[in-house]
Every structure is written in structure tokens, then in C-alpha cells.
């Protein structure tokens, strides 16, 4: 995705991407007040009520947070469509769209459109992670790449939400989940109409998002994240295999809560988790088209050297000062 169309840039649309625990709600929250914009989130966590605590949920208004029940699926199809609509009516509005958040696809069906997949089934999921159960995720990996090599390509084989959705769209439709692609890219982009700006949010230095996500989670938990998820646990009708349940802090509570391990295991895992969850965001950013990085310092200031002629003349400064340059470009 280009920052503009040949000829015609047309409206503004910021995209601020970033790993989980990076400082994008905060520079979200810059921007807007800077900008007169309206946060989008595009987040799969944040979408479901009661979800709060363990999901980082801002006070700041977002649209498309507590639009769901956790007992109910947001598929990145049902972000692509809202997420459209909220752009053209706070166009409408006088104001700027900002969809600030960390799940790659939601950005990527937003951007480039998706393939009309089959909906999910909850029925052959569940057969698929009793599958894993007993045989391991690398094992169902490998019989991807017996009906799809080419997404058991992309694929990690412990990557268990992307390896399992595509098992379960192969099993359900019986064409591979790469050929759905290929039919994706012949479909008009509503994305195009707009001048997209993308900007990317990270500590330069691994160490200092580690630090971050440790710090946050225990911050998390003294706020209350063990109630939370426990209330959730004891709703009766939400199962450990909902996409809900299977957020990053809250699928490893509720396996302490149903006796599987300690909570000290838990908290240990959760953090494991996340700092995953992190890694596989940026692998995604690394390969992403017409982005702009800001590198931030412990501190949460510009990071030097900025990988950008746009900052040479801006170390010190705040990340905001970076982001309204690049918001600022004349488009190419």
C-alpha cells in the first residue's frame, strides 16, 4: 500500500502500527488532540467487553472497542467492513481517521482487501486443536503442507491460530487457503481511495519492549487481571478455545484457573507469551510496504540515529514531532 494514488492523494488516513507494549496509544492520543483525529482500534482484544484489564483497554475514546461479547467471534472480514464505514463518516465529520493498534491482519484486510473465505466452524476447530493435543502443532503443520505448501510456507509450525485457520479453511471449503488469496488479489481495494500514512512505533533496543512487557503485565495483575479473568472463567458459557479466551494473559490465567498449572506458571507463561506475541508483530512490520519507523529510547524519546532524513535535525525530541513530519510529507 503507496502513501498516495498516482495523481491524486486524496483524504488522509493514518495507520500507527507497533508490537504489543511499543507506545502507540499514547502517540495515538498525541496525534489526535495535534490533528483533530478519531482512534480506530484494530485490535483483536479490544473489540470484546469485560476484556479490560488484560487487554491494555485505553480510557481514551476508541471506536470498535466493547462492540462484542466474549462469547461471540470479530473476524478481520467484520474489521474490514466497520473499519471502512468509520472512515467515511468520520471523514464526514470534519476529522482525521487514526486506526492505531497491533493486529497485523485487521490492518492488512483493511489495506489490501481479503478473500471471501469460508466463516469459521467452530466444529472442525475444535477437531483440529484436539489434533494438536495429541500430536503437536509441528505434526498438523506438516499436514498443511501436504494440501497447502504454499502457506505452510509462511506459516511457523507452532504459530497455532494462522496454522489452525488454515487447516480449518482447507477442511471446510476443500480449496487451500492460498488459492483464496490469489482470488483476493482481483478484488477492488477500498483502501486506494485514501492517502495512507503508516507509521510504526518500537524501542530500538529489544531489551528495553522485554522490560515493557514484563513490567506491564505485572502492573496487570496488581490491578486486578486474576479477578477479571476469573469473573470470565466463571460465566460458565466461555471455553478456552473462543477467540476471546485465547488473548495473550488470558488463555494462561484460565489454564490456572482450570488446575492445569500455578499461577506463578502462568504469570511466567503470559510473559513468555507476550514477548512472542511482540516478536511475531514485528516480523509482520519488518516486511511491510511504505512504512515509516519511529525508534524510541527507554525513556519513550526519539531513539537515535532515526533511520529517516526527516530526523536528523530531531533527536530529543518526542515521537509526535516525528510522526506530524512524516504526516507533513508532501505525498510522492
Known sequence: MTDALAGDPGPLVICLMGPTASGKTDLAIELARARNCELVSVDSALV????????????YPHHLIDIRDPSQAYSAADFATDAHRLVG????????PLLVGGTMLYFRAFLEGLADMPPANVDIR????????????????????EVDPESAGRIHP??????????????????????????QKSQPVPARQYRVVQLAICPRQRSVLHQRIA??????????????????????????????????????????????????????????????????????????????????????????????????????????????????????
Open 89 to 96: 463518516e468520520i471523514r464526514a465529520r470534519g476529522a482525521t
Open 48 to 59: 470484546y467487553r469485560g476484556l479490560d484489564i488484560g487487554s491494555a483497554k485505553p480510557a
Open 126 to 145: 475444535r477437531e483440529i486443536e484436539a489434533e494438536a493435543a495429541t500430536h503437536g502443532w509441528p505434526w498438523l503443520h506438516a499436514r498443511l503442507a
Open 215 to 332: 513490567l506491564r503485565f505485572e502492573q496487570m495483575m496488581a490491578a486486578g487481571l486474576l479477578e477479571e479473568v476469573t469473573n470470565l472463567y466463571r460465566r460458565g458459557d466461555l471455553t478456552p478455545d473462543l477467540p476471546a479466551m485465547r488473548a495473550v494473559g488470558y488463555r494462561q490465567l484460565w489454564e490456572h484457573l482450570a488446575g492445569e498449572c500455578s499461577l506463578e506458571t502462568a504469570v511466567g507463561r503470559a510473559i513468555a507469551a507476550t514477548r512472542q506475541l511482540a516478536k511475531r508483530q514485528l516480523t509482520w512490520l519488518r516486511k511491510w510496504p511504505d512504512l515509516h519507523w519511529i525508534y524510541t529510547d527507554a525513556a519513550g524519546n526519539l531513539a537515535q540515529p532515526q533511520e529517516s532524513d526527516y530526523a536528523r535535525s530531531g533527536m530529543g525530541q518526542k515521537p509526535v514531532e516525528l510522526a506530524l513530519n512524516y504526516l507533513d510529507r508532501p505525498p510522492l
Open 158 to 183: 507452532r504459530h497455532s491460530q494462522r496454522l489452525g485457520r488454515a487447516l480449518e479453511v482447507y477442511r471446510s471449503s476443500g480449496i487451500p487457503m492460498s488459492e483464496w488469496q490469489r482470488r
